[in-house]
T-cell receptor, first 118, second 114 residues
Framework: AQKITQTQPGMFVQEKEAVTLDCTYD???????LFWYKQPSSGEMIFLIY??????QNATEGRYSLNFQKARKSANLVISASQLGDSAMYFC???????????????FGSGTRLSIRP | DAGVIQSPRHEVTEMGQEVTLRCKPI?????LFWYRQTMMRGLELLIY????????DSGMPEDRFSAKMPNASFSTLKIQPSEPRDSAVYFC????????????FGSGTRLTVV
């Protein structure tokens, strides 16, 4: 069965510090994609970063980076120099690879609520 | 690009009434997904369509739920009759046919059944 586990229900971090949000996944698929989404208090789901299972380099997008450890089935999100606006719920998600022409569902973890202290 | 458009943003209805949620995906996206978010169960995939065809509806909780996608630019999720436990935020998301950079979500519909 495919599953995403986020073990940190909530975290408090001081502004400007780096923060790591943990995510482990379970799948028997050889190919898959990993995602992180941000959900601020306003409720929308915002795509942050993507990592393919065959990508050798860790994905980066501005202050976001994904620490991908395939053997450990870990896909932690690292936010550098945290800002007050980073306070939100963060979801790790996984999609089995269905090929470019087909769709496959994304499954989500339970989320981590990140609060940035000024 | 207007993004994924959902309507209404908020819906309050009485138990037993029919509720219809609407979604317009991003033009050119060929996959559409309906998710439900609750505190207890998190984000659950209800159903998804590829090229307007339902691919997987195993997440639809009961026969009271139905979804349609009559064309590439419109989808509905209907609950009939609605019950208080259906109260949740319902998200629609769409995905482009190429690349694998996640879905684009709509703003969601917050449904309250009283």
């Amino acid at each position: 069965a495919q599953k995403i586990t986020q073990t940190q229900p909530g975290m408090f971090v001081q502004e400007k510090e780096a923060v790591t949000l943990d995510c482990t996944y379970d799948t028997s698929d050889q190919s898959y994609g990993l995602f992180w989404y941000k959900q601020p208090s306003s409720g929308e789901m915002i795509f942050l970063i993507y990592q393919g299972s065959y990508d050798e380099q860790n994905a980066t997008e501005g202050r976001y980076s994904l620490n991908f450890q395939k053997a450990r089935k870990s896909a932690n999100l690292v936010i550098s120099a945290s800002q007050l606006g980073d306070s939100a719920m963060y979801f790790c998600a996984m999609r089995p690879w269905g090929g470019y022409s087909s769709a496959s569902k994304i499954i989500f973890g339970s989320g981590t609520r990140l609060s940035i202290r000024p | 690009d207007a993004g994924v458009i959902q309507s209404p943003r908020h819906e309050v209805t009485e138990m037993g009434q029919e509720v219809t949620l609407r979604c317009k995906p991003i033009s050119g996206h060929n996959s559409l997904f309906w998710y439900r978010q609750t505190m207890m169960r998190g984000l659950e995939l209800l159903i998804y369509f590829n090229n307007n065809v339902p691919i997987d509806d195993s997440g639809m909780p009961e026969d009271r739920f139905s979804a349609k996608m009559p064309n590439a630019s419109f989808s509905t999720l209907k609950i009939q009759p609605s019950e208080p436990r259906d109260s949740a935020v319902y998200f629609c998301a769409s995905r482009a046919p190429t690349g694998d950079y996640g879905y684009t979500f709509g703003s969601g519909t917050r449904l309250t059944v009283v």
